[in-house]
């Protein structure tokens, strides 16, 4: 992006993502180590100025992946999350330790209906961890960050009181959120401007946001904020987070470029990897953006009426406010065929971020070959597909190795398949269903002995075109455990048997039992010199 010198310091937002925080929180997503990691880079790649890299006292796997994240991804602030006892805070600094720029961000909830409720303890006691947690980071840590939880419910005075507290200790950044999705804009601007009224010492750190949805108010919410004074927006990428999810990091973005000229407000933000951060993140957790969805829905650049298309066609400017291709939209012309080599696709993977090599380059080509077999052009939409889908493949995963179904109108459908096991044996199973889905799902079922039962199934294509992609997500229940796998084909019912056999080889790992099993590998292997 061009720098234009005009832009004060002071009018520069900074963009906080916590997709890999509040964003995983999100029912079903569970993301893998080496797909949080891909996460992180790309964030780095979009030139977010800090990474909420997860929970790291939340479970073994969460710890690892900030800890890889941090020692891996750089430029960013790498930040973990942290309550306000000491276990919570050693953890998240134990994970953050090796970053660059760590960042211990601590919260306690403010609010009479948590702290009665949800903590069962009082003010006083509220006022003493707040200022024990930020005491406790500072010895590690200078970049500390304070939430007060629930804020927006909560008696700003007592709230006020809790945030002299925590930059007493010396946190650096106060972030106040809007936990329950509750408030109104005017009203969160209003909140701001009495909190600097009555905690004067915010004038000297950065103060930041953290919007929820349930009422449709996130960005609105931000927004008001930031205009009130605020420097720092917590956003997710599409908006993921708890129950209707957080403040979109993309309209966010887009709000301050799109009408600088208003508010002379800025953030550094890479806006041409928008729509790929936005694909990936989709593909990776499971979750769909909805068509309409501003700025990286597929129909937020579509004109379906004829006097849009032809003013468009006249002058663009007519129903378009931003261009396309500063989200990255339309800015890629790879496309590759069965003949391109090794070298060509090393390159084009090149282009669009990912460093391939070695083992991973000759998994990815054979990959590729067997699809440019199938489909005439292999786009930067396929490879991004097809890249994303192999890192999918975790070692301990149950793999499709072959299938076999049968179905018409006058048989009840049958299906065989066979699976390799975590272990490497192979088993089989078939099964007669309903229709043909079932069936096969229901014979992956017998082949791995589970009893795992599907809740949603989504199939759509990865480019237009009779010989596009399949993508398809399955979210499904295995023993209490809800997981969501994704799988890539050119043939929809193996995309479907990949996505399956994920979605089990995810539950499984997130079940409690896997959980407990970890806890007594890593406390063993602690316990070794
Ligand atoms: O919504 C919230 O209050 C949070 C805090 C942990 C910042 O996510
Ligand atoms: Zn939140």
Redesign the pocket.
């Known amino acids: 992006m061009a720098v234009d010198n005009t832009r004060s310091e002071a009018d520069r937002v900074r963009i906080f993502d ?1 997709t890999l ?2 964003g995983e ?1 999100s029912p079903g997503i569970s993301l893998n180590k080496q797909e949080k990691l891909e996460i992180a880079h790309q964030l780095a790649r979009l030139g977010v100025d800090i990474i909420e890299a997860g929970f790291p006292i939340a479970s073994p796997g969460d710890f690892e992946a900030v800890q890889e994240i941090a020692r891996e991804v750089h430029g960013p602030v790498i930040c973990g ?1 942290a309550r306000t006892g000491f276990q919570d805070i050693d953890a998240a600094w134990n994970a953050i330790k090796d970053s660059e720029r760590p960042r211990i ?1 601590t ?1 306690i ?1 403010t609010s009479d209906i948590h702290i009665e409720h949800q903590l069962q303890t009082t003010r006083e006691d509220v006022k003493g961890q707040a200022r024990a947690a930020v005491a406790h980071a500072k010895q590690y840590c200078d970049d500390v960050e304070f ?1 007060p ?3 927006t419910r909560a008696d700003l005075e007592f709230t006020a009181e809790v945030l002299r507290i925590a930059l007493d200790e010396g946190a650096t950044t106060i ?1 106040v ?4 999705g509750y408030s109104m804009p005017d009203e969160y601007a209003a909140m701001w401007r009495e909190l600097y009224r009555l905690v004067p010492d915010l004038a000297n750190v950065v103060t930041s946001v ?1 919007c ?1 949805d349930d009422l449709g108010l996130a960005v609105a919410n931000s927004f008001s904020g930031v205009q009130a004074g605020c420097r720092q927006v ?1 956003c997710a990428i599409n908006g993921l ?2 129950r209707a999810g ?1 403040a979109s990091l993309e309209e966010i973005v887009m709000l301050l470029r799109v009408r600088e000229a208003e508010h002379g407000l800025w953030s550094r933000v890479e806006t041409t990897e928008i729509a790929r951060t936005s694909r990936l993140v989709s593909r990776l957790t499971g979750y769909q953006v909805q068509p309409n969805k501003a700025i990286v829905g597929r129909n937020a650049f579509a004109h379906e009426s004829g006097i849009h298309q032809d003013g468009v066609l006249k002058e663009r400017t007519t129903y378009e406010i931003m261009d396309a291709t500063t989200i990255g939209l339309q800015s890629n012309s790879i496309v590759l065929g069965k003949h391109s080599g090794r070298h060509a696709l090393r390159k084009a993977l090149e282009e669009l971020g990912f460093t391939v090599d070695g083992a991973a380059l000759n998994t990815a080509f054979k990959r590729f070959k067997e699809i440019a077999d199938r489909k005439k052009n292999v786009t930067a939409l396929d490879l991004e597909a097809i890249v994303s889908d192999e890192m999918r493949q975790s070692e301990s995963a149950f793999t499709l190795q072959s299938f076999d179904i049968e179905a018409g109108s006058d048989r009840s459908p049958f299906a065989r398949v066979r699976v390799e096991l975590p272990g490497g044996e192979s088993a089989e199973g078939e099964f007669t269903g309903d229709g043909p889905v079932d069936a096969f799902f229901s014979a992956i079922n017998a082949a791995t002995g589970r009893e795992a039962r599907l809740k949603e199934y989504h199939v759509s294509a990865v480019t237009a075109g009779r010989d596009a992609l399949a993508e398809v997500t399955v979210l499904l229940e295995l023993d209490g455990t809800t997981a969501q796998g994704q799988g890539v084909s050119p043939d929809t019912m193996e995309a479907s048997g990949r996505a399956y056999l994920r979605a089990i080889t995810n539950a499984l790992a997130d079940s409690p039992v896997a959980e407990a099993e970890h806890h007594i590998d890593a406390a063993a292997k602690s316990a070794t010199p």
């Not at 959120?177 to 329950?180: A, I, L, S």
Request: aromatic residues 4%.
């Open positions: 916590t925080r509040d929180q999350l961000h919260f909830s939430s939880m629930d804020a972030n959120p809007d936990t329950v953290h929820h917590e987070g708890e957080n």
